[in-house]
């Protein structure tokens, strides 16, 4: 029987389907950013050494136990020299190497560039407000950035400690009441890029999204350019209806639409809704069936978030806010 | 003298009638054998164990599919909660103090620990605590912040329930227990010793419980600071922790950290302790490297307070500062590396014997080596901002405390159950227990790794399908099952050995140190004369080995028989273990389950914040303490 080495053999198998299932969109060593890319090179450095290390020790594990156990006698083994070389020497010198590897690699993160785009992130209970420094842009759970321009995030709370995190962009920093973070970095190519709050932060710390849309330079000029003149007009029959159901009740009172009185603080700003891949920050895909359904009862798909039922509201005057919210890109 | 010419079974009469507790219920409440609260200690963990590992098996039932609706938000925030800080403070820590507890006298040739009724206190300390923190899941208000509970979602504004107050005051309250027992570890360990035991002769798991023992001390106030300051943040509206009121939210984290790093090795420690007795004993020679073990245990219990930022790697603490916490949090490695080539040096010149405790140990070898490599990835600072609060974290610290501490305590059941209860557990099913539970672990844990390189946050209670994490998810959760099934046969294993096990004898694995020396279970009084040590291994290398005569002089009294019969034990000298001076051991008192149920009301008190009931607990407390000093002073001589 060779108990020992099957389990090796198990454990080598598993490290083969780690580096295998790895690779797929979403996935930290997938990079599309300065930071992800030189963490993913790192990683696979401390990989390498890893996988070495594990094979050796837990070969001599398994070669000293069995070893002992078919009895072969008396070895030559010289203690304290295989303890001095295998547990301080050669460990050593591998975690010079490393740390090696991890000055190199943090000397060339996060440092402040002059030609940075700022853009304020603001971690909230449960969905991230974004405010683009220099202009009047404000928006919610999904951002805009060009690729190949340093970002610098400014990121805070001004409630519990949440932390951002895009896998395939960067590593977190922790948003944390009272301080301001900054997490900087350049995207390498344009897509679209989820992420998600990694700091437990309390109820629906499940359902607390961020999307990142990289744009080359250029879409981001038109995008930034054209977000700036949003005004929340309604543009048709029904639209106009939800706009004036929007000012009517309480959403207004919560929500922001630039260029309307609309001017609410406590929930996200709702001025480009409709260009947004979700609902909620990640609850629910962005239809008008789901908005429809989330405006009757948001507390049901997202239980303890502050946006009320509109139970009382009658579903024609939901179907015209969700319309006219729709029509806000 | 005239007792040794006693016939046997007269002074073994004489003997029990001296040492024997009172039957039934007062005997159980004012015992002060170590070995009886040790085996508490052990019993009670591993009810919350199961407790918390249930509570694990629901979680994983959410987790199974994506948007599944088993638990509410809100319940499972409280479930991983109880789990994570039911696991740390009310298992792992106290089963190895129960470990502690009941072997380090047998161990080092004692008749009981430097203060039994401090001991009992501390058990009463732990049992209190485990119940008031309970007693919150019954009334269905349980702590939701998480087992680190950071401010400011666990502060009066964001969580206005009692719920948080619970793990507060019990994170307080439990620390008493880790405190008081620790004092006591150390005093045992320095001044009980017997005679030729000297420091390079104590046997590693002592060594062990030492390092835990002073690390617990260093440590310990920490974890009671922030906890505490929370508390009163929380109950009496101080701002410790309420930025724009002159507080700070990374100071908590500081306080806890500085704990909590410390506190994986003061779990790990002994752990480690354990594997280096079991590992020589079914390898039938001494431990290779003793020097570099022991000089490895005291090295970890220092380094591992310089690494505690390493869990606030993105907190915007500048780069520099945190380049200093992730050199060491790769040094820490270092002595872990020594530690793994003496035991495989060990296993390699000697001839072993694959018994359960041996494969527990060598599970734990393979288990803890990928977890001591995660460990030091996580230590690389830009490779840490990827995966902390990940899956990967999650998969990272359940190799180090679910494989790394709750193997080598599994291998320790094995192997020292039989001294506890005088049976032997049944090798076949323990062997299948082993293998489940580490296929079952393997397959459980592994796994996270990759879910949080897919960007899995720690502590969601559900997820989107479409991010590939569906599959994953579920093969978790399955594999759960049968980790968790793997524990239940060992207990299958107990009940089952304890009705018709193999009587164990005195030393049924032909082991070294002296708590083989007595008979199994040991009589109360562990020895009725105290072996004289020679070697660091006494029963292999001293045949048989020799027990000391009483003398007259005060240092030598109670070395004989004759201390058995008045109930003394002999100081020894802190390094060398030459007699010094006798100790009383105490009468069984109700003081210490008096003065815990004192603390309790305290801590209730401030719980439900009613003065009266707080009042009248630290009155019983203080009345008690004044009562217990007053009557030791009469009790010993």
């Known amino acids: ?80 020299a295989f303890i001095w070389i295998g547990g301080i020497i050669v460990p050593l010198v591998i975690l010079l190497v490393i740390a090696g590897v991890t000055v190199n690699t943090t000397s060339a993160l996060r440092n402040p560039s002059s030609d940075a785009l700022h853009i304020d992130v603001t971690g909230k209970l449960w969905w991230w407000d ?138 996200p700003d709702l001025s480009d809704f409709g260009s947004r891949p979700t609902i909620g920050a990640g609850v629910l895909t962005n239809t008008p069936e789901n908005l429809d359904e989330w405006i009757y009862d948001a507390p049901a798909a997202k239980p303890g978030t502050s946006m009320p039922q509109f139970h009382s509201l009658p579903a024609r005057d939901i179907a015209a806010v969700t319309a006219y919210l729709e029509s806000l890109k | 003298m005239a007792i040794s010419e006693m016939p046997k079974s007269e002074l073994d009469e004489e003997l029990e009638e001296k040492w024997a507790d009172m039957p039934g219920v007062p005997g159980f409440l004012n015992t002060v054998d170590h070995k009886r609260i040790g085996l508490r200690y052990i019993y009670t963990s591993f009810v919350f164990f199961f407790i918390a590992g249930a509570l694990a098996l629901v979680l994983r039932v959410q987790l199974a599919q994506p948007n599944a609706g088993v638990l509410s938000p809100e319940t499972y925030n409280e479930f991983f909660t109880l789990h994570g800080t039911t696991m740390i403070f009310l298992f792992n820590t106290p089963v190895l103090a129960g470990f502690g507890n009941y072997l380090i006298p047998l161990m080092i040739g004692s008749r009981d620990m430097a203060f039994p009724r401090l001991n009992a206190f501390s058990y009463w300390i732990f049992l209190f605590s485990g119940l008031l923190f309970f007693a919150s899941f019954v009334i269905g208000h349980a ?81 009671t600071v922030a906890a505490g300051l929370l508390e009163l943040d929380r109950l009496f509206g101080t701002s410790f922790y309420t930025v724009g009121l002159g507080g700070s939210v990374l100071l908590y984290q500081h306080l806890f950290w500085f704990w909590g790093h410390p506190e994986v090795y003061i779990l790990f420690i002994p752990a480690t302790g354990m594997i280096s007795m079991i590992i020589p004993v079914f390898s039938r020679r ?60 060990t296993m390699w010149k000697g001839v072993v014997e ?37 899956y990967f974290v999650v998969a990272h610290f359940h190799y180090v405390l679910n494989g790394a501490v709750v193997f080598p305590i599994f291998g320790a059941l094995y192997y020292w159950l039989p001294k506890m209860t005088g049976k032997v557990l049944d090798e076949r099913l323990g062997k299948i227990s082993f293998w ?22 720690r502590r969601v209670y559900t997820y989107n399908s479409g991010l590939g994490w569906d599959g994953l998810n579920l093969f978790i959760s399955i594999a759960s099952f049968l980790f968790a099934a793997g524990t239940l046969l060992t207990v299958v294993n107990f009940v089952k050995s304890m009705r018709r096990g193999k009587e164990a004898g005195p030393n049924p694995w032909h082991a070294d140190s002296l708590e083989w020396m007595t008979s199994s279970p040991p009589p109360e009084y562990n020895f009725a004369a105290i072996p004289v040590v020679g070697s660091r291994h006494p029963l292999w290398d001293q045949h048989p080995v020799p027990v000391a005569e009483s003398a007259d002089d005060d240092a030598r009294r109670p070395l004989g028989v004759h201390g058995a019969l008045e109930k003394e034990m002999t100081v020894t000298e802190g390094l060398d273990a030459r007699p010094q001076d ?45 009562w217990w000093l007053w009557r030791t002073e009469e009790d010993v001589r």
């Open chain 2, 582 to 626: 006798t100790l009383g051991i105490p009468a069984p008192s109700y003081l210490p389950v008096a003065v815990a149920f004192g603390v309790l009301l305290f801590f209730v008190g401030l719980l439900v914040t009613s003065a009266v009931i707080g009042v009248v607990g630290a009155a019983v407390g203080l009345f008690g303490v004044v």
């Open chain 2, 354 to 390: 694959f018994t359960t405790p041996m494969l527990f140990a060598i599970g734990f070898l393979l288990i803890f080596l990928l977890g001591g490599i995660t460990g030091v990835m996580v230590g690389v600072l830009p490779f840490d901002w990827q995966v902390t609060d990940s």
């Open chain 1, 130 to 267: 974004v405010r683009y420094i220099g202009t009047n842009v404000v928006t919610a759970n999904t951002f805009h950035i060009p690729a190949g321009r340093p970002i610098d995030l400014r990121v805070t709370s001004d409630n519990v400690i949440h932390s951002f995190w895009v896998p395939e962009l960067a590593g977190k920093e922790d948003t944390i009441p009272g301080q301001t973070n900054h997490l900087r970095f350049t995207a390498d190519e344009p897509g679209t890029y989820r992420g998600r709050c990694a700091e437990f932060c309390g109820l629906q710390h499940a359902h607390m999204d961020i999307i990142v849309v990289v744009d080359t330079e250029g879409d981001f000029g038109r995008w930034l350019a054209r977000r700036e003149a949003l005004d929340g007009a309604p543009t048709s029959d029904l639209t106009t209806r939800g706009a004036v159901v929007f000012q009517r009740e309480a959403c207004a009172g919560c929500h922001t639409i630039s260029g309307t009185s609309a001017n609410g603080k406590v929930g």
């Open chain 1, 1 to 80: 029987m060779n108990r020992p080495s099957r389990a090796r053999l198990f454990v080598a198998a598993l490290l083969c389907l780690f580096a295998a299932g790895c690779g797929q969109a979403g996935s930290i060593v997938n990079p599309k950013g300065s930071e992800a890319s030189r963490i993913a090179t790192t990683w696979w450095i401390i990989f390498a050494l890893a996988c070495v290390v594990y094979l050796v020790v837990g070969g001599l594990i398994v070669f000293a136990a069995l070893r002992g156990r078919r009895r072969r006698g008396a070895s030559g083994l010289r203690e304290n």
């Open chain 2, 143 to 223: 702590p939701n912040g998480g087992w680190f509970a950071y401010t400011p979602l666990t502060s009066k504004p964001y969580s206005d329930g009692i719920n948080i107050d619970f793990w507060g005051l019990a994170v307080v309250f439990v620390g008493i227990s880790t405190t008081v027992g620790a004092i006591n570890f150390i005093v045992t360990i320095f001044k009980l010793r017997a005679p030729g035991m000297t420091l390079n002769r104590m046997p590693v798991f002592v060594w062990s419980m030492l390092t835990f023992s002073f690390m617990a001390i260093f440590a310990v106030p920490s974890v």
């Open chain 2, 436 to 457: 489940t539970m580490f296929i079952g672990f393997n397959l459980t844990f592994f796994p996270m790794h990759i879910l949080g390189f897919l960007g899995m946050p």
């Open chain 2, 286 to 345: 001494p431990l290779s490297g003793y020097i570099f073990v022991v000089t490895a245990l005291v090295a970890t219990a220092f380094i591992s307070f310089g690494v505690w930022v390493h869990h606030m790697f993105a907190t915007g603490i500048p780069p520099l500062a945190l380049s200093f916490f992730s050199a060491a949090s790769l040094l820490v490695t270092l002595p872990s590396g020594v530690q793994f080539f003496a035991w495989i040096a």
